[in-house]
């Protein structure tokens, strides 16, 4: 089982910590972690992971393994930039999301395209033509979070 | 100048006849028209800006130019699936958003994303962590829209 | 119906002259023009189209519009790196390669992958498993090379 | 340490159990295969490199992770079509092509473009203006294809 998680390459220092705790809670389930392989939530739940043991796999932009975290187990170059949004997201079974900015936004954009979970944690929440779009599920701490994205059916 | 037109593959009447004064008035404009090259919104665009004798750019996301709406005059064929959405927004001035799910959030978010300004009409907004996120210019009309897009400067 | 020049980002003055050949070729016959959109034979196959009035089209690997050669009239901003190689060719009825190094080949690749016509001008030809694969057709002049493109058909 | 093994997804029985030689070899080496996660010679390097207890990727070009072969441990969905080819050799240290076709040529085009070494069984050979390029390492054995793509350097 795969779980992506999302994020800034830039974050506060609350999101670091969720998502490391994320990063751990992932590994703890047995499942294994990907992510978009740079910094900030990216690294930090990668660390989270790798510390419990876990497998994590970094889907890059650039042409360079080397742009990766030192917490990626398997660097993948994918070599299409921002196009490599959708792999991280079309790999996994689910979709947390910690903070975040307009990167992270396509991705959450694109998991609920294809019907694929997307948990949220302080993260965007979505309005069309002015009423609620109540696609991202809401989550309060690392646990419910994993676990929510283990349970939770593709549409 | 070029400017994008996003929206939905499936429209409803509203939308469709928003879509086309748009296209319209970017033809009028002298603007070239670039858009996902597909049916509904973007359909309805090309056939506004057909009518006024504009140039209309459909970057389609398969591997087959026949899937190019009538009114598109140069299919690009990317063959990247939805990762084309990137191509859509970042080779426009501006973009202007009918409607629209969640293909079209990605492509609000890979413009956000590079400071290229979003009109939108009866479509997404944004909150992030809360908080309203108000990087979306709305437009009440299309010559407003189409305005604002040859206005606006990038960030 | 639209026509795509492929070769090196840098040329020799001979491919130069030959490239430009083509793209005034091109233009004369009333085809549109589609190439990478740098330099090289990309940028003179443009200038040649573009002085018989042609319409040219580039579709850049990168992010910024501004890296399209001076006779580009639509830049296309992939934002994909060289996976814009795929939209190159798919967009075309028919492929000119001009010498060529390796991201030449892999466009050569990509269309008789999907069936488009390639001529070639002192460009790559392939033997697989040490048999010749005489699928690019050889032409010794623009004139040749755009009367083979405008003639052959997809397989 | 990450092998690309390529090869047409369909192939001979040849070439089916030299690929499965390779994918043997790269396990017992301790290395991670990559490949493009279909049929043919992806499936059968997959099978042998699980059978010696490796680690196998597969980079899909559609949209839906069901379509990996049985052997392959990690389906990376990237959605961007045959695009996908990038990363699949970007990711690698080296890579070993056994027979292949089209999608095969544009794969060693990209590696060598980006200066990773490139051994080839049964494939493809090259000619530029006329001229040998002997960039593709030629190995008899699968041995002998895994011993090169593990001393090589990087251009």
Do not use: F, H
């Not at 900030?40 to 889907?59: D, F, K, Q, S």
């Not at 196009?83 to 609920?112: D, F, P």
């Amino acid at each position: 089982m795969v779980i992506a998680v999302i994020g800034g390459s830039a974050c506060s220092r609350e999101e670091g910590e969720m998502a490391e705790a994320v990063g751990r809670e992932i590994a703890r389930r047995d499942a294994v972690l990907i992510c978009g392989g740079l910094t900030g939530v990216m690294e930090a739940a990668c660390r989270g992971a790798r510390a419990e043991g876990g497998l994590t796999i970094g889907i890059l932009p650039g042409a360079d393994g080397r742009e990766a975290n030192p917490y990626v187990d398997i660097p993948v170059v994918s070599g299409v930039g921002y196009a490599r949004n959708l792999a991280v997201v079309k790999s996994a079974r689910a979709v947390i999301a910690v903070g975040g900015s307009y990167g992270t936004l396509s991705e959450i954009a694109y998991a609920l395209a294809d019907g694929i979970p997307v948990i949220g944690i302080n993260t965007w929440s979505l309005r069309r033509d002015g009423k609620e779009v109540n696609e991202i599920i809401q989550a309060d701490s690392a646990e419910d979070a994993v676990g929510k994205a283990i349970s939770l059916k593709r549409r």
